[in-house]
């Protein structure tokens, strides 16, 4: 069973085989929604890219190629690999995970990738 750790949250979660990464945070207790986003969002269709994180180790989660929407959102301003829609993953080995930053509660991430978001 793949562990996954939310950096950010110091939150870790055991994903089921198959397991959408956006649907384990929901059961984690993990928020990955900023702003009007918790309360508008696509609820996981790949419709809106407001769920990006960013991953340690990209080729943890399935499939390892961005997904269509993925590009539509990500490709723009996300070049690199390990930025990510959570809810068009599935994870597939231990992981941790970077979710999107809250305003005003800052929390050191250089320990996890030295660009952060
Ligand atoms: S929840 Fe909307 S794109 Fe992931």
Redesign the pocket.
């Known amino acids: 069973m793949p562990r996954v750790t939310f950096f950010r949250e110091g939150i870790g979660a055991d994903a089921a085989p198959g397991e959408n990464l956006?649907e384990l945070a929901q059961r984690a207790g993990v928020p990955i929604y900023r702003s009007f986003h918790v309360l508008l969002?696509?609820?996981?269709?790949?419709?809106?890219?407001?769920?990006r994180v960013e991953l340690s180790d990209p080729g943890a989660v399935e499939p390892c190629e961005r997904t269509g929407?993925e590009h539509r959102?990500l490709d723009r301003g996300f070049s690199d690999a390990a930025t990510r829609?959570?809810?068009q993953v599935t994870v597939c080995a231990d992981i941790s995970v970077l979710t999107q930053e809250v305003a005003g509660r800052r929390v050191e991430t250089k320990g996890f990738i030295p660009r952060g978001f």
């Not at 969002?41 to 769920?51: A, T």
């Open positions: 956006r969002n696509c609820k996981g269709r790949g419709k809106c890219g407001s769920c929407p959102h829609l959570a809810c």
